[in-house]
């Protein structure tokens, strides 16, 4: 069992940056792609960047990449992502989640945090 817990979330004005961590208990946390994703109001979920097991490949959606960066620290178990140049519509609740078998599939997801960008 893996549990999620994501921070750093808050408001912030266009052209701003946050960095939102996600901390993990579970002593195999770090054999696991993590996965953050987010959901804005009225809209479906949507995946925003991707860390392997090991931290060497990472993977972006085009509405983020060049101003997102997703990062782990396997020894704190922590990932974490840098969100620069933010733009309103990034406002969502962001989540974390972690894939035990690295194939897309997720299996266990962190409660939220709020992110809203004012323009």
């Known amino acids: 069992q893996v549990y999620l817990v994501e921070s750093g979330g808050g408001l912030v004005q266009a052209g701003g940056s946050l960095r939102l961590s996600c901390a993990a208990s579970g002593r195999t946390f770090r054999n696991y792609a993590v996965g953050w994703f987010r959901q804005a109001p009225g809209k479906e979920r949507e995946f925003v960047a991707s860390?392997?097991?090991?931290?060497?490949?990472?993977y972006y959606s085009d509405s983020v990449k060049g101003r997102f960066t997703i990062s782990r620290d396997n020894a704190q178990n922590m990932v974490y992502l840098q969100m620069s140049k933010l733009k309103p519509d990034d406002t969502a609740v962001y989540y974390c989640a972690a894939d035990e078998e690295s194939n897309g599939a997720y299996d266990y997801w962190g409660q939220g945090t709020q992110v809203t960008v004012s323009s």
């Open positions: 860390v392997s097991w090991s931290g060497e490949f990472t």
